[in-house]
């Protein structure tokens, strides 16, 4: 990169200053350690960052300081003729390019064929410091995704009624490299319909027509936030902040949120705010704590004894990487390292580990999660709704007469009624709607940012499915079942989870005292 070509020059001077330093007293280990840390930096980065061969000069540098002592004395003209010959190669290779860094805050897609409205936008986005991708069309809008990392879409929703919104958001998110991608419909109507038909086909947000220049930057900040929290996290630590900086940009470049730490004692701090998915680590770090000393460190805590490390070292030695296995490290990469690999081992191990939580985490009959995984999300939701004064919506369903169930149609009978109702809730709303099996023959669904009359249409919407449903019994008849439903809604019926938690058995019960088969969101049905 440019920006390194230009630094590389003072780095080799300060090696050259350092060697000459260690002339003076060859026996002085911490003149030596001065040196084979800046050597062992440089080697690592210069190739990384496109110069192998100065990478090759200096690791000869490296190599030599590591083992003085053990092997052979320091040639001295040795070290001078490798530092020569790797300030030849920097003076006659050019620098490469920067990549250019957006001054964007955050960036959208905004798809629909209402010229005025996307012009409209556009100007919105450039005072906000937001860029919007313009698309008339999802192949329009394909180019753009393809080209950019974008962290949200704007939809105009459809005129029509029926499934179109489903079916434009599916086919939005089956794009390359789309899936996920959090969506907000917008549309001049406000009505309640128009508002259920966006939550169903998956609308993170519904934004009214026209859009203000605050809606903007709400929605902007709050699909970005939804964005990141499907992206893998990863912590980078290394004392070299040229390679911990290539990195993070490397795997940012990928997806990820990656943050750089450059002082092993700041670690466990850091690990705990930040809750990285992944760990790259370098082995070998001043200051007497090393990469191994943190891999053995960690694999002794139990918050942090699956967290997949990734350790890098710019010595290829077997026996350096036999080292890093037995330290409980995950991988080894030996600088320079490649780009799209070191994407690539970080996104396997992310979701390798991500497969193995959701196993942990899920009910196998219903494949949704369990209520100790929801707790901690809600917990989660809620401070976020009460940072931004935002709504969230509980749904707690019960399906009805379950044991009379079991009794008539058999115990199978009801482990498929179950796992029906499961698929239905896990197939309905949006990605970032929470679902859980709560216990027993009870559900939950949390609606962030919905309200109430929302969250009940919605959860309406499921039961007239699960009405319509044809279930099969043990003995091979068909049976139908139904279920009753509680809505409360923070902070208005609960400020605290354990309050809302509380209003919403409540509305449950009254659901059921109705006469089941439906849906409560008021003190009466």
């Not at 899920?362 to 100790?372: I, N, V, Y």
Request: proline share 5%.
């Amino acid at each position: 990169m440019e920006r390194y070509a230009r630094r590389l020059p003072a780095r080799l001077d300060e090696l050259a200053e350092r060697i000459a330093r260690l002339a003076d007293d060859p026996q002085d280990p911490t003149r030596r350690s001065a040196a084979l840390t800046t050597a062992h930096q440089l080697r690592g980065t210069a190739g990384s960052f496109g110069f192998p061969r100065v990478s090759e000069e200096i690791g000869k540098i490296d190599d030599a300081l590591r083992h003085a002592g053990k092997r052979a004395p320091i040639d001295m003209a040795a070290l001078s003729a490798w530092l020569e010959a790797a300030r030849e190669l920097v003076r006659s290779a050019p620098g490469l390019a920067q990549p250019e860094v957006a001054s964007w805050k955050a960036r959208l897609l905004y798809l629909g064929d209402d010229a005025d409205s996307s012009a409209r936008v556009q100007e919105l986005g450039r005072r906000r410091l937001i860029e919007i991708l313009p698309a008339t069309t999802l192949a329009e809008a394909a180019q753009h995704l393809a080209r950019e990392e974008t962290d949200g879409a704007l939809v105009e929703l459809p005129a029509a009624q029926g499934d179109e919104a489903d079916e434009l958001a599916s086919r939005l998110q089956a794009i390359p490299g789309c899936a996920g991608l959090p969506l907000a419909f917008v549309s001049a109507d406000e009505e309640t319909p128009s508002r259920v038909r966006a939550a169903n086909a998956g609308a993170a947000l519904f934004l009214p027509k026209p859009i203000t220049e605050t809606g903007l930057d709400d929605a902007a900040n709050q699909l970005a936030a939804i964005r990141r929290a499907t992206r893998p996290r990863v912590l980078i630590l290394d004392d070299d902040p040229a390679f911990a900086s290539l990195a993070a940009h490397a795997l940012g470049s990928g997806g990820a949120l990656a943050r750089t730490l450059s002082r092993p004692d700041e670690l466990l701090g850091l690990l705990e705010s930040a809750d990285p998915e992944a760990l790259v680590l370098d082995v070998r770090m001043p200051g007497g704590i090393g990469g191994l000393d943190i891999c053995r460190m960690l694999r002794t805590t139990s918050r942090w004894q699956d967290l997949p490390i990734l350790m890098v070292t710019g010595d290829a030695r077997p026996e350096t990487r036999l080292a890093a296995y037995a330290a409980g490290c995950d991988d080894v990469l030996v600088k320079p390292v490649r780009a799209d690999e070191l994407r690539l081992r970080v996104k396997l191990r992310v979701e390798r580990r991500r497969l193995q939580h959701a196993r942990l985490e899920r009910d196998p009959l219903t494949d949704l999660p369990l209520r100790r995984f929801f707790v901690e999300r809600l917990r989660a939701r809620l401070s976020e709704a009460h940072r931004r004064r935002l709504p969230l919506s509980l749904v707690l369903l019960d399906l009805d007469h379950f044991k009379q169930l079991n009794d008539r149609h058999g115990h199978l009978a009801g482990d498929r009624a179950l796992a029906h109702l499961g698929h239905l809730l896990a197939a309905r709303f949006r990605s970032e709607d929470l679902r859980a099996r709560w216990g027993g023959e009870e559900f939950i669904v949390a609606f962030p940012g919905e309200r109430a009359e929302i969250a009940a249409a919605l959860a309406q919407g499921v039961l007239d499915d699960l009405k319509r449903s044809s279930i099969e019994a043990d003995d091979g008849a068909r049976f139908s079942v139904s279920f009753s439903a509680g809505v409360a809604e923070f902070p208005r019926d609960g400020a605290s989870m354990e309050a809302l938690l509380r209003s919403v058995d409540q509305r449950l019960y009254a659901a059921k005292a109705a006469g089941r088969g439906r849906v409560a969101h008021r003190e009466h049905p």
